[in-house]
């Protein structure tokens, strides 16, 4: 239906089939023979001939409207294009449990909003579960998780690495016999890694001392479980919770031990509590940065993943 349409908004623009030719650089008869060509695909006038200037029919009125509409449409989605290209506008929906977690990450966000004002900033903190169900439907463009997902159906990579520590009220008398396993302020982020073995802790020397866990939806939740059973223990369970910054709260409040990211309290207001290495082989993993394989990746998508990946970045 437009597929003469530079020639027919010559002709309407110019009033004159003779100066519309001129301005397309063809002849005015061959621009006479393809305007009526396109009329007769048609099946209506578009132009009244016997008219001078040259005049739209009443279908010509209709089909220039519809033509600048589309045009109009076009120069909207090429901006659209060019924006989102040069990171002037667009979105970025993050998601993830207890994305708190890392400094790391958060410092990222930050960073990330901060050289891109004009991208849409979207961070939900969300359970496993959830998580992976919006990142399914589109929603969230990335998940940042420890779990492993179906490499058939999603593309993970390693974004950071992290510790399970365990943090434990000072009030608690267990605290007695570990004095020299005690974690230093400055041994809480990547320096924990370095920690000798010898300094580490078995949880079954915390027989008995009181957990705050979170809930059974929560893929660290699965970790723990494995770190309990390793060593035989069946701890007691005050209090269930969704994210990990609530048992770390709790626990700062004396209520019972817990299980966390070293990454969650690298910074922590700490005076409350100690914190212990985990002797386990589960201690350490990977959190993946995950996107669903086949997605279209976003500028605002690729300069994140390079962000958040690339250890050098801040310096740069």
């Known amino acids: ?26 002849t005015q008869p061959s ?29 010509g009125v209709e089909y220039i409207q519809a033509l600048e509409q589309l045009r109009g449409l076009e120069r909207r989605l090429r901006e659209f294009v060019e924006k989102e290209g040069t990171l002037q506008s667009g979105r970025l929906a993050v998601g993830g ?3 708190g977690i890392s400094y790391f990450v958060t410092e990222r966000l930050a960073d990330f909003h901060r050289r891109y004002p004009q991208i849409e900033l979207q961070v939900r903190n969300l359970n496993t579960m ?9 929603e969230l463009d990335f998940v940042i998780t420890n779990r492993p997902y179906d490499g058939k159906k999603y593309e993970q990579k390693v974004c950071y690495r992290e510790c399970l520590i365990l943090a434990v009220p000072k009030s608690f008398g267990v605290n007695e016999t570990l004095y020299g396993k005690r974690l230093a302020p400055d041994e ?16 079954d020397s915390f027989t ?29 369970i005050v209090l269930e919770v969704e994210q990990s910054a609530e ?35 589960y201690a350490e993993r990977d959190a ?25 970045w801040s310096e740069k």
Request: aromatic share 14%.
């Open 288 to 312: 993946f940065l995950s996107s669903r394989r086949g997605a279209y990746f976003t500028s605002a998508m690729k300069s994140f993943e390079r962000m958040l990946l690339d250890l050098e």
């Open 31 to 59: 621009l006479s023979i393809t305007v009526k060509k396109a009329e007769a695909e048609l099946g209506l006038p578009i132009f009244n001939r016997q008219t001078v200037p040259v005049t739209l029919t009443p279908f």
């Open 1 to 26: 239906m437009f597929q003469y349409a530079d020639y027919i908004y010559a002709v309407y623009r110019e009033r004159s089939f003779s100066k519309a030719a001129d301005k397309l650089f063809i």
């Open 130 to 138: 959830q998580a992976k169900h919006l990142l399914d439907s589109g």
């Open 208 to 236: 008995g001392v009181p957990f705050l866990l979170l809930s059974n939806q929560n893929y660290l939740r699965q970790y723990t479980d494995i770190l309990f059973r390793e060593r035989g223990v069946d701890p007691p």
């Open 97 to 99: 449990s207890n994305l």
């Open 247 to 281: 048992s770390f709260n709790f626990a700062r409040l004396g209520l019972g031990a817990t299980i966390l990211s070293n990454w969650l309290v690298q910074r922590p207001d700490c005076e409350a509590l100690y914190f212990y290495k985990l002797d386990s082989r």
């Open 188 to 203: 809480l982020g990547d320096a924990v890694f370095s920690v000798p073995a010898a300094r580490s802790v078995r949880l």
